[in-house]
């Protein structure tokens, strides 16, 4: 019905950058908001960084200042660039589309990409 498809993860250096996108398609209506949370292992899952339709945006804690988030809306992507990396911020990235409007559902729902492995070497 909906697909999320993410990209642009790998291994880095600390200190390094990398750039992750999230391409949504399928039957879509409208999407209220695309972010992305991150999970390592043994650890809970986290906010990464969100934003809506309308371009406000939220950071988690771990990730304010350092990394950015953006979205084209005619492209239903969005793009999370990660700068300053750290070997804490090595997990999976996943990313999410809330708020969807499909032509197949009366109600909107979330859906979920099946995440991009970030891992950061000390």
């Known amino acids: 019905q909906v697909q999320l498809v993410e990209s642009g993860g790998g291994l880095v250096q600390a200190g390094g950058s990398l750039r992750l996108s999230c391409a949504a398609s399928g039957s879509i209506l409208s999407i209220n908001a695309m972010g992305w949370y991150r999970q390592a292992p043994g650890k809970q899952r986290e906010l990464v960084g969100v934003?809506?339709?309308?371009?406000?945006?939220n950071y988690g804690g771990a990730v304010k200042g350092r990394f950015t988030i953006s979205g084209d809306n005619a492209k239903n992507t969005v793009y999370l660039q990660m700068n300053s990396l750290k070997p804490e911020d090595t997990a999976v990235y996943c990313c999410?589309?809330?708020?969807?409007?499909?032509?197949?559902?009366?109600?909107?729902?979330?859906?979920w990409g099946q995440g991009t492995q970030v891992t950061v070497s000390s």
């Open positions: 999410v589309a809330d708020g969807v409007r499909t032509t197949r559902q009366y109600f909107a729902r979330s859906f």
């Open positions: 934003i809506t339709s309308g371009g406000s945006t």
